[in-house]
């Protein structure tokens, strides 16, 4: 299953609401999970069955979406915030991860 | 909180074999989980290798399928990857993360390792 993610890079600033969208190729249900990768680190799992919050990571994360298309929305941008985001599949192995969005500084 | 350490050479020549281990601590590997690798290539996307379960069972990506074996030692609460035939290709940043099992498959991925650098290089 193909995951591609839009945008490749945004640029955003302090505050801003952000939405970043993944599809997939095939129907994965709700299936899907979002992390944060920041240089030289580990990703972190921020939501998973396509709307869980994962504990401890802040309410300004949010995802939703079934199926083909989902979203992952960051409320008020933080300073923190500013990393790589990554969708991924686990509907069924093989699992497959979007190519990811750098969300940048305006 | 279980932790995963990943160790092994930083270097393999071309055509060896890449071999890295992950040990995991504070909690056994003997549960529901699954246990996978994930690479990332300098400046790339990441790319899930294969997973394996305490009792052995193993899958893998069939882009790497030939060339990958996971295997798991549980007296030693680790598993491992070794990869053959390698090319430059190869050379990335590799992870071992602990997959959570659900109705379709174990690939929620809730706790990784720090990451290895391996560059294939003679």
């Known amino acids: 299953i193909q995951m591609t993610q839009s945008p490749s890079a945004l640029s955003a600033s302090v505050g801003d609401r952000v939405t970043i969208t993944c599809r997939a190729s095939?129907?994965?249900?709700?299936?899907l999970a979002w992390y944060q990768q920041k240089p030289g680190k580990a990703p972190k799992v921020l939501i998973y069955d396509a709307s869980t919050l994962e504990s401890g990571v802040p309410s300004r994360f949010s995802g939703s979406g079934s199926e083909t298309e989902f979203t992952l929305t960051i409320s008020s941008l933080q300073p923190e915030d500013f990393a790589t985001y990554y969708c991924?599949?686990?509907?069924?192995?093989?699992?497959?991860f979007g190519q990811g969005t750098k969300l940048e500084i305006k | 909180q279980v932790q995963l350490q990943e160790s092994g050479p930083g270097l393999v020549k071309p055509s060896g074999t890449l071999s890295l281990t992950c040990a995991v601590s504070g909690g056994s590997i003997s549960t529901t989980n699954w246990w996978s690798w994930v690479r990332q290539p300098p400046g790339k996307g990441l790319e899930w290798i294969g997973e394996i379960y305490h009792s052995g069972n193993t899958n893998y990506n069939p882009s790497l399928k030939s060339r990958v074996t996971i295997s798991v030692d549980i007296s030693k609460n680790q598993f491992s990857l070794n990869l053959s035939s390698v090319t430059a290709a190869d050379t990335a940043l590799y992870f071992c993360?602990?997959?959570?099992?659900?109705?379709?498959?174990?690939?929620?991925?809730?706790?990784w390792g720090q990451g290895t650098l391996v560059t294939v290089s003679s």
């Open positions: 095939l129907s994965v249900s709700k299936w």
């Open positions: 993360a602990r997959g959570v099992p659900t109705l379709a498959a174990a690939g929620n991925f809730d706790s």
């Open positions: 991924q599949q686990y509907n069924t192995y093989t699992y497959s």
